[in-house]
Antibody, heavy 123, light 106 residues
Framework: EMQLLESGGGLVQPGGSLRLSCTAS????????MSWVRQAPGRGLEWVSG????????NYADSVRGRFTVSRDNSKNTLYLQMNTLRADDTAVYFC????????????????WGQGTLVTVSS | IQLTQSPSSLSASVGDRVTITCRAS??????LAWYQQKPGKAPKLLIY???TLQSGVPSRFTGSGSGTEFTLTISSLQPEDFATYSC?????????FGGGTKVEIK
């Protein structure tokens, strides 16, 4: 059974940093692109970042480019999101999600999602 | 690429036929997916590549469209279908989602 488990969320002050992790099991992690998607309280889904299966290709939403960095460690079946210079409007539940397709570098529908981790940016 | 869903919410009864529209700001070929999300839960993939039903999804869900206009139809609404539905394109980066359509009980 595919499982994705996010961790690392919490309360952080504006301007601070946080690193999220997503541990995967039940599929060949190194064969699939992965994405981070967030959802602010009461709002819709926002794609944040994606990474190809090898980690060699990364992409970002305009709202986080230059502040967030996505990476993965295929030896640990783990996806990361390093978030710097956090702002109040980064407050959201952050989901990691597995690409449906094992091609196109992660540009794909998102087949399986974790339960999310809450990031709150507030002083 | 911006995705605009309509309506943003609707009220319907069990057994009703429901149609949700997703319009793209530019052509996205057939690279559109639909998700269902219930409160406090992660989204669930329903349909991808405009009309392909994800494994395990009931056949009352259908998707259609091409280019810039797409629809999700629920042929006969069931109690477990009351949820929020969102479209997502995967034509190019950055991927984006529509704003969501909340389907409520009338």
């Amino acid at each position: 059974e595919m499982q994705l488990l996010e961790s690392g969320g919490g309360l952080v002050q504006p301007g601070g940093s946080l690193r999220l992790s997503c541990t995967a099991s039940g599929f060949i992690f190194s064969s699939y692109g992965m994405s981070w998607v967030r959802q602010a309280p009461g709002r819709g889904l926002e794609w944040v970042s994606g990474v190809s299966a090898t980690g060699g290709n990364t992409n970002y939403a305009d709202s986080v480019r230059g502040r967030f960095t996505v990476s993965r460690d295929n030896s640990k079946n783990t996806l990361y999101l390093q978030m710097n210079t956090l702002r109040a409007d980064d407050t959201a539940v952050y989901f990691c999600a597995k690409a449906l397709y094992d091609f196109w570098g992660g540009r794909s529908p998102l087949e399986h999602w974790g339960q999310g981790t809450l990031v709150t940016v507030s002083s | 690429i911006q995705l605009t869903q309509s309506p943003s919410s609707l009220s319907a009864s069990v057994g009703d036929r429901v149609t949700i529209t997703c319009r793209a700001s530019q052509g996205i070929r057939s690279y559109l997916a639909w998700y269902q999300q219930k409160p406090g839960k992660a989204p669930k993939l329903l349909i991808y590549a405009t009309s392909t039903l994800q494994s395990g999804v009931p056949s009352r869900f259908t998707g259609s469209g091409s280019g810039t206009e797409f629809t999700l139809t629920i042929s006969s609404l069931q109690p477990e279908d009351f949820a929020t539905y969102s479209c997502q394109h995967f034509d190019s980066y950055p991927l984006t989602f529509g704003g969501g359509t909340k389907v409520e009980i009338k």
